[in-house]
């Protein structure tokens, strides 16, 4: 793991929801219907059956020797998998290339960023079949994803743990980079703090940013829908952020990254998900701060107001390729005095464009949280608190800033505090500014 050492539960003998996920994994069946609902094949017929995009299958080979003589009618590009492994073991995404003057066909692996012949490709998929040990194999070919909200090569890939139809937590994994960068979520699409809430083992992973889909509200709700279908206490239904919408994945009940200690949850939210498994409906405050509850969170209309996907996909990824301005930027556009659905949207772009570190982004996230009646009034002056703290530095060094600290400690401060803040303002308002915050600050140090 990290440097800070995580909270390593009983592990599985303490918690009802990994203690169902070890049994799973290891093929002791809680759920007779389970081994159905995990076959990528047929589970992908019974999603598309109940009115859900697939990935479209172009083509089911039932040995690799018909794998290997397929290549004359592959595509440019599509997604190739093996239908008994998990944990993205047997997936290669791949495109056509040109090697030189070889007159051999090559492929370029997306996830590998390396090119293989196509002998080469079977050749393995050939070895994690052997070592799968199943009594027959069936791989498919797909067609590839395009990335809905960001612009990358892999589209990301989201994971909703699902617990008696209730999104609980969302995992996303960005298969761009290796290793794979990850960012877990509360069942609405607020972070969880990291270091804090989870931990996850930086030898197979590493932290991600977090990006909240275009279509954030319809990838909830449909894996709310999906995960009614095997009829389990738990399910993780993997989506991806589709160009065109979510884009079903799979079903998994016992998610390897559980299982392997990849990711590893506080006792605090560990317990959370215990209970929401035993059949408890999920209130407001799902994590230390309270979230919007999700069946708000659906009314959100899947053009997100008048923005439209393209400017919402620009901006989104230049904040994910490290423009913060651009997650300020959607926040602005995205406010709606008339809309709480799209606040709350607007609320999460300034929560991430507050991780910069910038003070005026802290209180517009604390003036937000305290127009939504969703949010604890700590969580208010948890954000006045970290802007006064970027603010104070400043202060008698850079007029806006000393400005703004004196509103903020008019507004949140002690009677002390309110004084100062009240001088401060007013000598700035008379131009006296220089002597009289130097005076003040002096104070403040006091």
Not at 20 to 42: E, S
Not at 281 to 293: D, F, H, P, T
Request: proline share 4%; glycine share 6%; net charge neutral.
């Amino acid at each position: 793991m990290n440097n800070i050492n995580p909270p390593i539960h009983g592990y599985y003998n303490d918690s009802p929801f990994l203690n169902f996920i070890h049994k799973n994994f290891y093929g002791n069946w809680t759920h007779t219907d389970i081994p159905l609902y995990a076959a990528k094949v047929k589970s992908a017929g019974f999603v598309s059956e109940a009115g859900f995009r697939v990935p479209k299958r172009l083509a089911t080979f039932d040995s690799i020797e018909d794998l290997r003589d397929a290549e004359d009618s592959l595509p440019e590009s599509f997604v190739l998998k093996y239908s008994d492994a998990h944990s993205g073991i047997g997936i290669d995404i791949l495109k056509s290339v040109k090697q030189g003057d070889s007159k051999c066909r090559m492929y370029r692996d997306i996830l590998k960023k390396k090119n293989f012949s196509w002998n080469e490709i079977c050749k393995n998929q050939k070895a994690i079949s052997e070592k799968v040990n199943k009594d027959s194999s069936v791989w498919y070919i797909e067609e590839k994803i395009e990335s809905g909200s960001v612009d990358i090569d892999i589209p990301l890939d989201y994971k909703f743990y699902c617990f008696n139809g209730q999104v609980g937590a969302i995992v996303q994994i960005d298969r761009n980079v290796s290793p794979p960068r990850v960012v877990i979520y509360d069942g609405n699409f607020f972070p969880y703090n990291y270091q804090v809430d989870y931990w996850i083992n930086d030898s197979f992973w590493k932290p991600g940013k977090p990006l909240i889909p275009y279509r954030a509200s319809e990838l909830i709700e449909c894996a709310e829908k999906l995960s009614k279908i095997p009829k389990t206490p738990f399910v993780s239904v993997d989506l991806y952020d589709g160009i065109e919408g979510p884009v079903f994945g799979e079903f998994t009940f016992s998610p390897g990254a559980l299982q392997m200690k990849l990711a590893v949850f506080s006792g605090e939210i560990l317990n959370k998900f215990d209970r929401i498994f035993d059949g408890e409906v999920l209130s407001k405050n799902i994590n230390n701060l309270g979230v919007l509850n999700v069946k708000k969170l659906r009314d959100m209309q899947c053009d997100l107001g008048s923005l439209r996907v393209d400017d919402y996909r620009s901006l989104a990824t230049a904040y994910y390729l490290g423009d913060n301005r651009a997650a300020l930027l959607l926040s602005k556009l995205l406010k709606d005095a008339n809309n709480s659905v799209l606040n709350y949207v607007s609320l999460i772009w300034s929560f991430l464009a507050s991780q910069g570190g910038n003070g005026e982004v802290f209180e517009r996230v604390a003036r937000q949280i305290s127009k939504s009646p969703v949010f604890e009034n700590d969580a208010v002056q948890h954000y006045l608190g970290k802007a006064e703290e970027f603010y104070k530095p400043y202060l008698g060094k850079h007029n806006w800033y000393t400005l703004r600290l004196g509103r903020l400690l008019k507004k949140k401060g002690d009677d002390k505090q309110r004084v100062i803040g009240e001088a401060l303002v007013k000598a700035l308002a008379e131009l006296e500014y220089a002597p009289a915050v130097r005076d003040l600050a002096k104070k403040i140090v006091d």
